[in-house]
């Protein structure tokens, strides 16, 4: 076998060792023991390398997952929607409006679920000179007024919340002040 027939052949005995024309050259020619070790470090470096690849996943998710997580973020949203519109249904709108008559806000009285009722009030210009901090108060209980909840609003006045009252109660009447302070800011 002449040697440049053997050096094309070199990386076959990295797989197969049974040769004997080729073995017996690599034996007595020093350039090819040196490339067939250089190849041999070579395929083991690979190997390794394709070893430590292999259990890893792609970092892009798969186009499966996207479209599972695109269903379950569908069914969620359809659920929630489902959900507002068997306990909400039609619900009853309130302005609320300062002393002097002007607008700062609506709500939406509806029903909730068996024991509540559900309120959301959308405000969008209640005075914020003295603070950004209300209480929302409802009315008549057989024991005064309630104290319904604490809400917050931006720089311009404007918040949207949800509060649960109790249904066994007929609300009629709904104010908001400033805490600590019983003067009335708006009622609806």
Known sequence: MTHEQASTRLPDLLED???????????EC???????????????????????????????????RVLAAAAVVLVAAATSLALLAVQHGPGHEMMFRTASGRPVGHAIMGHSDSGNDSLVLVAEALPVTRGRAFVLWAGPTSRGPMLVGHFMVDRLGACRVRFNLPATHAWGHFWITRPGLPTVVASA
């Open 17 to 27: 060792r049974d040769d004997a024309a080729l073995l017996a050259h690599v034996r």
């Open 30 to 64: 020093s350039d090819c023991q040196r490339q067939l070790f250089l190849l041999g470090r070579v395929d083991r470096l690979l190997r390794e390398r394709a070893a430590v690849r292999a259990p890893t996943r792609p970092r892009r998710p798969a186009a499966r």
